[in-house]
């Protein structure tokens, strides 16, 4: 079933909610956009997960490609809700983008249309229901990801998933699930579409914002239930053969959650099973999430009526 689309302001059938083809954001990616889930925890029922936090990113991001939208933050984080709500789903994958519509072919995006959209849809685990436990097979991307100078890493843009499609390609083409990209200078920078962490006798590492990640706000709510779960976690330079030698690996991500990783280019991960640490923080998530246990305020409640 296709769920009602939040569009420039209002709701409209999905079958209506269409744009030109000669929108800007067609020729040239220009839209950045979020990813959000809403959880139906058991202990209060629906409910989406750092709601503010990515609906800061996507002011940033559009504020970052010079983008003037006509929604404040909080007026989308509304639009988010009343989406859900509209939709009657108790759990879902919410897609908001902010994107340059009409208004000329050039590259110079100034003049054109700024136009925004809300989509909600039904999203099980990204990398597979059994990976949660078992874990993932992934490989050392033969594509970098952009250098500091080229695109803004920080915002989370249309155009940036062209490079990240190849690394994804590439993975599932040659039999993995995943691809680790290197940074320009060849240290560990991130997924295609999550942050990397590594483990290491005890201590938890991962990449810099500086590398040319997305800082995700799941790896930044992964910083504050590791500390509290008593683990250090540095954010660092690591070479691509610390992969190879790591205890543990795990991805984060809206659509990953927390994923461990269970080879690297063929290299058993630690014991090749989910360690110890992994599985400590996953549950901890999952407590929040799913459980609907929220010691941090992470959770925005949705009033989403139940069918009769
Ligand atoms: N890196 C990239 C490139 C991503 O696309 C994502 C998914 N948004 C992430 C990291 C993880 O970010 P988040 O935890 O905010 O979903």
Redesign the pocket.
Known sequence: MQHDIWFNGKLVPHAEANISVLSHVIHYGSSVF??IRCYNTKKSGPAVFRLPE?MR?LEESAKIYRMASEYSQEQMEAAVIETIEASGMQSCYIRPVIYRGVGGLGVNPLKNKVDAFIAVLNWGKYLGEEAMESGVDVHVASWSRMAPNTFPSLA?AGG??LN?SLVKMDAVLNGYMEGIMLNREGYVA??????LFVIRDGKILTAPAAFS?????????IFRIAADLGYEIEQTAIPREALYIADELFF?????EVTPIRSVDKYVVGSGTRGPITTAIQAAFFDIVEGGNDPYGWLTPVNVSVPA
Do not use: Q
């Not at 991130?190 to 942050?195: I, V, Y």
């Open positions: 979020e990813g990515h990113r989370k940036n998933y990240a991130e997924g295609s579409g999550e942050n990640i997305l800082p995700g706000i799941t790896r930044d709510s984060t991500g809206t659509a990953a």
